[in-house]
Nanobody
Framework: QIQLVESGGGSVQTGASLRLSCAVS????????VAWFRQAPGKGREGVAC???????NYAASVKGRFTISYDNAENTLHLQMNSLKPEDTAMYYC??????????????????WGQGTQVTVSS
């Protein structure tokens, strides 16, 4: 069983930075994908970034160049470095994991395990 616990959210002003972390417990086998999603009030869950076991990364167009996803294998922790934050980045941020090959990284149905979420609020 895999468990995911997010941390690092908070309230910041436009242009600030935050670093989200997601502690992964349980066994990630040799093939996996871990990702960050977000959900703003009244909106659907949106894929933000993904990294797989081969090190391949993908980003949503809205965050490319501002956010950086990374996975620390030694610490079994997923990170999301968020720079130049904007009010439209305000959302609950979730980490997600899938064992095995993934077809569509930004589709929430691809992921089997989810964290409880951490709130990010960006004020103008």
């Amino acid at each position: 069983q895999i468990q995911l616990v997010e941390s690092g959210g908070g309230s910041v002003q436009t242009g600030a930075s935050l670093r989200l972390s997601c502690a992964v417990s349980g066994f990630l086998n040799s093939s996996f994908a871990v990702a960050w999603f977000r959900q703003a009030p009244g909106k659907g869950r949106e894929g933000v970034a993904c990294i797989d076991s081969q090190g391949e990364v993908n980003y949503a167009a809205s965050v490319k160049g501002r956010f950086t996803i990374s996975y620390d294998n030694a610490e079994n922790t997923l990170h999301l470095q968020m720079n130049s934050l904007k009010p439209e980045d305000t959302a609950m941020y979730y980490c997600a994991a899938r064992l095995g090959w993934i077809a569509k990284w930004d589709a929430s149905y691809e992921y089997d395990y989810w964290g409880q979420g951490t709130q990010v609020t960006v004020s103008s």
